[in-house]
Structure formats: C-alpha cells, structure tokens
C-alpha cells in the first residue's frame, strides 16, 4: 500500500521500522467514574494511551534526519504561514494515532505475530545497527533502546498484514477492477511534432488548425528523425517511458485531438492520440496474459491510497480518539546527534510521511 510504502525516506536512511509504542490507559477513579490518566499522553486512542515518551522519540529522529538534510533552521521555516516544525509536530501525532488504529484493526482480524519470525527480524535489524556507529549513537542519544526497536519490529509485520488485507479487499472489488479494465488508458499510439522553439510551435499548430495534414507537417517541420519520416508516429507507449510533461497530455487527451504545444527538455511537441488501449482492448487484440496480468498489478496499485485512505476513515470515526497537542507545543531541540547520511532532495515535505514498515 502507497501510505505503508510511500515512506519518508529519511526515516530509511536511519532504518527505523517505525511503529506506534503505546500502552494501556492507566486509570483513576474520581467519584467511581473510571478516569484515564493522560499526564504523559500525546493522544489516547480507544482507551490505549499513545505516550509522550515515543512520540519525543519519533521527533527526535525526524528532526535529526531533517536539519541533516535540509539544514539546521529547517524546522522554522515558513510553510503556508506555519512553521514546518509545527507541522512536523501534528504530522507525528496523527501518524502515531494511525498507527494504533491500524494495530487494533489487525490484531482485531486474529492476525498472530510468529515469535520466530519477530525474532528473526529483530535480529536483522541488530545486526544492521551493529555496523552502523552513527545510528547507534543517535539512538542513545534519543533513548531508544531494544525493547522499543523490538516494538517496532513486531508493529512493522502488523502494517505488512494490514496492507495485505487491503490488497485483498480491492481484488474482491470485481465491479470496481472491472470498471478500471475498460475505461483505464493504458497504453496509447501517439503522433507529435517536434520543434525548437515556443514561435515555431505556435506556427505549426496554427497550420493544423487551419486544416493542414498532421503528417506533411511532421515531415517538414520535426526535430525528431525518428518519428518525422513517419507522419509523426510514435506507435504505442505505456505510461513511465515518455518525458512526464509529454506522458501527462498524451495520456489526457481523446483520440483525434491535437495539443497546444507542450514544452520539455526536448524542446516544444504537438501531440495527436491516434489510439487508446484498455486492458480489455489488450485482451480483444490477443496481448499475452503475462503481459495483461502485470498490467492488471499495476493498476490496482494505482487506487491503494484510495482504498487505504477510505479504510483509515472509516476506522478514525468508529474509535474513540483524543489529542493532547499542548504536551508537544514547546519541544526543546533534541541533543545534536552524530552525522546520519540523508538522501538529496530540495525542500521539506509540508506534510510529513509515515514511516518505513518494510
């Protein structure tokens, strides 16, 4: 599933299955009504306290990873008039709330967690922190210890099964895959002309325009020799082998339709849908099954986050969810930690990712 694999990829870099840590409500009496202790509760979710405890802990590595890649004023910049620690900070939290969500679902299914695999896991994960002295001193420096990395370990097979529950809820979904089997493009035949420039490509599309053939101005006016001795033609492509700003229009467009010119790196296309393919166009033209079966793969992975997005939904409205976001508002910055090689990117997300659970 996109949202237990779509992680934040700092999170990678420091290997950290991360999971909720929580525990169950400590209760009080006050004039015999049962009381949940929430004194060192960020959130408490149907009962179960999700403690401030882990929620420092879970900060405390996204904040280092985060001034390690971005840099150290990170965290106060400015993100649509909000600090992006401050979003970071809420992003965690309803992470952690999701989290627990997710566990009870599973646990709630009679999933049982093998304590051979758990621990074959866990040591994995030892022996990836045994070499690795930069993590292992960050860890220290955050107070994560085995019994909580052990936690995580066991909450990562629990997202495995989760996300293997919604795969299993959109095979059963026939009306819906069918639907997506003969209205889904996926693969289409294009003609484009290319050009240098913006003046040249208005000057071409105003001929089409005017009744010119596509496939004469192809051959006079292309830049691509590959296509321009042959009217233009691309012949068919899926989707992941065009330039994105090309892919996105020729998979947009009805047949028959011309573009307006469209720039990329090459230069500036006109581009002409010549033919559309579902997956039951593949199947009446006799494409292999092999190939019409990954095909079908993909294309359910294309609605996961749907069906992931409506799953946590209607999870979040049967529980009982209380946040405590004051506990968190005045977060001291975490002890500078040893150097943990970030991925390269260019600027912080303005909402922050789950995890790695893999």
Known sequence: MTNFKK??????????LAMTGCGAATKSTDGGVPKIDTTNAVAVVNNQ??????????????????????????????VNGVKFGEILKQDIVDMLVSEQLMREYVIGTDYVVEVTVLDEKFKELQDQLATNEEVKALYETLGIDDVF????????????EFDRLITESIDKDEAKLNELYASTPIQVSASHILVEDEAT???????????????????????????ASNGGSLGFFATGVMVPEFEEVAFGLPVGEISDPVQSSFGYHIIRVDEIQTINDMIAAGEDETVINQHKEELKKTISDEYFTKKMEALKSAATVETFMDKVTDIAATPAAPETKAPETTEPEAETKEPATN
């Open 201 to 227: 490509a208005t000057l071409v599309k105003g001929k089409l325009d005017a009744g010119e053939d596509f496939a004469e101005l192809a051959k006079e006016y292309s830049q691509d020799p590959g296509s």
């Open 7 to 16: 992680r934040l990829a700092v999170m990678l870099v420091i290997m950290m």
């Open 49 to 78: 306290i999700i403690e401030l405890d882990t929620f420092n802990k879970f900060y405390g590595m996204y904040e280092s990873a985060y001034k390690k890649n971005y840099g150290d004023d990170v965290l106060e910049r400015d």
């Open 149 to 160: 990395l052990k936690k995580q370990v066991e909450s990562s097979m629990l997202a495995s």
